[in-house]
């Protein structure tokens, strides 16, 4: 079985692995390098139950946060790349306390670990929390990992199983024939396959020879701002009225994210940083002692409706592997399985 990829993010990589475990002779094709879009810019929230809107999300979300351990493992194990997985919990602050019960019970009855804090409580588990939060939701259990470090773990995974990994390649076209998909163009250059993987992200909808009613994926800017805090102070992931604080437990501190639909403009602006601060600070007040470091924008694979789009596509021998939105890094693993599954199956 022939094998190629289009996109080096972390479902064109996750996805190229898993198809090689399984015996598929693979190319995976990246216009820049591995990791160089919004994989590696994400902030490496595995929110499992802090994500999860409704109930199918919660059952789907918290599977793949738990499963995140062992594909962790199995790549360090494979790279000697740490990729700083931690179960950290993230701490919710909310105003609406019977809505923060209700969606407690809901965790709770489905055997998963929640907590409605209140008071005094809110600071005992996170103690940097601003005095004026009264209220909050706790889980435990949710994680985070470094995506720029994964995504380096993950890229030399897939060249010491044998994947072939192009860099600098661009894909111009998907090939059809006789309604199939039959491989893919590079400028001259013709590329067979049995199977074409579309994990080119918020540029998905834009490589020639995607079927034309494949739901459209446009990008939603995300803008992080990363802080230098030492001695390290915050310990759990924060979510507030306006986004997330993420401690790296090394004294970095990120701080997202905006949430724009503006096309491909990638830019850090000023409005971004001042609102992502503001409410960072605001909720815990100790980081305005923090000093700057790094500023970043990426885009995130947004789809009308409810996405991603995994597995099998309109054409036959095209399968997709896009459109997660906020939740790409904690959704990777599951996205590979799945896709292998149905290349292979
Ligand atoms: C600011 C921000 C914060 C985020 N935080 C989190 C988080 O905390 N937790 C979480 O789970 N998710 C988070 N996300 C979402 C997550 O980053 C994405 O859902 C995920 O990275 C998408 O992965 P991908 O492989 O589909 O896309 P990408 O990483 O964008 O990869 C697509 C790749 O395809 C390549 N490509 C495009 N067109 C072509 C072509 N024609 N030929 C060859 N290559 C091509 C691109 O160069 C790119 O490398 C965040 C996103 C952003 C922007």
């Not at 609406?96 to 588990?125: F, K």
């Not at 706790?138 to 720029?148: I, K, L, M, S, W």
């Not at 000023?270 to 600070?281: E, N, P, Q, S």
């Amino acid at each position: 079985m022939k094998v190629i990829v289009i996109g080096g993010g972390i479902m064109g990589c996750a996805s190229a692995l898993r198809l090689r475990d399984r015996g598929a002779e693979v190319t995976l094709l990246e216009r820049a390098v591995v990791g160089a879009e919004a994989s590696s810019a994400a902030a490496g929230i595995l929110g499992g139950q802090v994500e999860a809107h409704d109930e199918d999300d919660l059952a789907t979300f918290t599977r793949a946060r738990d499963g995140y351990g062992p594909f962790v493992r199995d790549l360090e194990t494979r790279t000697g790349i740490h990729v700083g997985h931690r179960v950290c919990g993230v701490v919710k602050l909310v105003a609406d306390e019977a809505h923060a019960r209700e969606i407690c019970a809901l965790h709770v009855s489905r055997g998963l670990r929640a907590e409605v804090l209140r008071g005094d409580r809110v600071r005992e588990v996170e103690p940097e929390i601003a005095g004026d939060r009264a209220t909050a939701l706790f889980f435990p259990d949710d994680a985070q990992v470094e995506p720029e470090r994964l995504l380096r773990a993950l890229g030399a995974a897939c060249a010491l199983a044998g994947v072939r990994v192009r860099t600098g390649s661009q894909v111009t076209g998907i090939d059809s024939a006789g309604g199939r998909a039959v491989g893919v163009t590079i400028g001259d250059e013709l590329l067979r396959a049995d199977a074409v993987i579309l994990a080119a992200g918020s540029w998905a909808s834009l490589v020639p020879g995607v079927p034309k009613d494949l739901p459209r994926v446009s990008p939603a800017r995300g803008q992080i701002v990363s802080l230098e805090e030492r001695p390290v102070r915050t310990r759990r992931i924060v979510f507030h009225d306006a986004g997330y604080v993420v401690p790296r437990g090394d004294g970095r501190v990120l701080c997202g994210s905006t949430l724009e639909h503006v096309g491909y403009e990638k830019a850090v602006t000023a409005k971004g940083i001042v609102d992502i601060l503001g409410a960072a600070c605001a909720a815990i007040p100790s980081l305005g002692g923090a000093s700057l470091g790094a500023a970043w924008s990426s885009f995130r694979p947004f789809l009308r409706g409810k996405g991603p789009l995994v597995g099998p596509s309109p054409l036959p021998g095209l399968f997709l592997a896009t459109g997660h939105y906020r939740n790409g890094i904690l959704l990777a693993n599951d996205t590979a399985e799945k896709v292998a599954a149905s290349v292979m199956g």
